[in-house]
């Protein structure tokens, strides 16, 4: 387990006492390869408070993903340590799911089996399974396809079933790592609005990570931005935007620009052309 | 070249053998248009009445060539006194019974294998070695372990498809999606579930190539040991009557031959577009 607990937990002084639903403190995480040592993420700190949407912004291989699978419970930080709901994490665990750019929808199932994979592996009847999931393929409007196979859908359908499929199993923190960025963007737009708009509806807890400014910007309560390799937080902008969990209001609101323009100019230094 | 290096390669070249075949497999077992296949089967009416019309007119020994009337008349008396499916129902059980243990045994070696790394690279080595080995070369042998009836031309049979079965199936194994497996496990599933939920499905497809090519390779098995020593089969057919120079015999246990083998490969074309529909690579399932 961790031994060095190198940094101290800097708790934001404004934070009120309830614990965060997560937080990174002083996370560090090291790969090796061959005999190179590659850090990708260092002394990473920052938290999530219940039902907000926060967002991780940073330029490509600042270790965004590394921080999202830590979290998720799939992998251990070389330092430093991650708590949820204040108990630290040590393998994959009920109240956290994810959703990846890459929709990993299982291509020997139909929708409706796809949505159900997280459910089989919980103690409930078939029946109630299917219900369910039922009322998930609904909910993301695919009414009508539950017996289709992932191959002829289209990009946007896929991660409604993989939305689906993340929201089944009831899950309180949603790690999104890109899952909108392979789409078109007429079709990433209005997914955006259905995922902001059902996110919010079922009150949970969202760490998005992105790379797309206007998205974080429309969506996030929070947005952080990550350094490049090793990744760090390096500012933080609370975004008042979002409050009609609208990403179209928001980015009709004629403060956007400036929160755009406020996180570009900090990241345009971490850009290499 | 290291041992993983050269495992891929081997799968590399099975896999592209396997999509050679599987490309005109689609296209021959595709809906076929009616023009098609009125010419293919004029084709080889034109063939037959030629070579019937070369031997006839004397420009053809009919001793050597055989003659294609005399092979159908003779296809048709041992089909009507149950001699021809005698033999051929010989060879088809012990080529399809060799098919199928062989597949099994083999995909079920590289699925477990999964569950051990360390184990899989031990034994890979052999699976390459064998691979590249001719494996008819062990028939001899195996006809003298399990004598000259059946139990040897299946188990040849076996032999030969099992191999392939397995560098096949495991290629499926190594090629699964560690992201798909790393999904089962965040949604709280162990590595029993990654297996069964996972491994196995997407090893699927790979186990049906695998089945595609061994259709062939076992026939090759079956009738080579019929050949070395056997009293029924159509290797057997095909060997004592070539011997006594009663070539549209021959010619008609061949062409027999060609049927079982067309036969089972659109069976398992049928199949696996049944089965493996949700499958990127599989032509769409034939419509009629």
């Known amino acids: ?273 | 070249m290291s041992r993983s290096e050269a495992a891929s390669v081997a799968a590399t070249e099975t896999r592209a053998l396997e999509r050679a075949l599987r490309g005109r497999l689609d296209r021959c077992f595709a809906q076929i248009p009616w023009r098609v296949l009125g010419l293919q089967v004029g084709l080889i009416g034109l063939l037959l009445v030629a070579w019937e019309g070369t031997v006839r007119a004397g420009l053809a020994d009919p001793f050597f060539f055989g003659e294609p009337s005399e092979m159908i008349s003779y296809v048709a008396a041992t089909l009507l006194d149950g001699s021809l499916l005698y033999h051929g129902w010989v060879t088809l059980c012990e080529q399809a019974i060799g098919l199928v243990l062989g597949t099994a045994v083999g995909s079920a070696i590289a699925l477990a294998l999964w569950w051990s790394g360390f184990l899989s690279r031990v034994l890979e080595t052999y699976a390459v070695i064998i691979n590249a080995t001719p494996k008819i070369v062990i028939a001899p042998l195996l006809v003298v372990w399990f004598g000259l009836g059946m139990a040897s031309k299946v188990m040849i049979s076996a032999l030969v498809t099992g191999v392939v079965a397995w560098l096949g199936a495991f290629d499926g194994v190594r090629r699964c999606d560690p992201d798909q497996s790393d999904l089962v496990r965040a949604l709280g599933g162990g590595e029993r579930q990654v297996f069964v939920k996972i491994v196995v499905p997407s090893t699927m497809p790979f186990v049906f190539a695998t089945l595609r090519l061994n259709v062939g390779f076992s026939l090759i098995g079956v009738i080579t040991g019929e050949f070395l020593s056997s009293t029924a089969g159509l290797g057997y057919l095909v060997d004592s009557t070539s011997k006594a120079y009663e070539m549209s015999h021959t010619l008609g246990a061949i062409a027999v031959i060609a049927v079982i083998a067309a036969a089972e490969l659109w069976a398992l074309s049928r199949l696996e577009a049944h089965l493996m529909h949700w499958s990127d690579d599989i032509a769409p399932a034939p419509t009629s």
């Open chain 1, 1 to 273: 387990m961790t031994i060095g607990l190198t940094s101290q937990a800097p708790m934001p002084a404004s934070a009120p006492s309830p614990t965060p639903r997560v937080a990174f403190i002083g996370v560090r995480k090291v790969f090796w390869q061959g005999t190179r040592e590659i850090v990708a993420v260092e002394d990473l700190t920052f938290t999530v408070e219940d039902q907000k949407f926060v967002s991780i912004i940073g330029p490509s291989g600042c270790g965004k993903s590394t921080a999202l699978k830590l979290l998720s419970g799939l992998d251990r930080p070389s330092a430093g340590r991650i708590l949820v709901d204040g108990v630290e994490v040590d393998g994959p665990q009920a109240k956290v799911a994810f959703m990846l750019q890459k929709d990993l929808l299982l291509p020997w199932r139909t929708v409706l089996g796809n949505v159900m994979l997280g459910l089989e592996l919980r103690p409930m009847s078939s029946a109630e399974r299917h219900e369910r999931a039922m009322a998930l393929i609904q909910r993301v409007g695919l009414d009508g396809f539950e017996a289709s196979y992932p191959k002829h859908l289209s990009g946007g359908m896929r991660q409604r079933v993989a939305l689906a499929r993340t929201l089944a199993v009831d899950p309180e923190i949603l790690l999104l790592d890109e899952p909108l960025s392979a789409l078109d963007y007429q079709t990433k737009l209005r997914m955006e609005e259905e995922l902001v708009r059902i996110l919010a509806e079922e009150r949970k807890t969202v760490l998005l990570i992105t790379h797309d400014i206007a998205e974080a910007v429309s969506v996030s309560d929070k947005v952080l931005v990550c350094s490049g390799r090793p990744g760090r937080i390096k500012a933080e902008h609370a975004i008042p935007l979002a409050k009609h969990h609208s990403p179209e209001a928001a980015r009709n609101n004629p403060d956007f620009v400036h929160y755009f323009d406020l996180l570009w100019q900090e990241l345009r230094t971490d850009v290499a052309v």
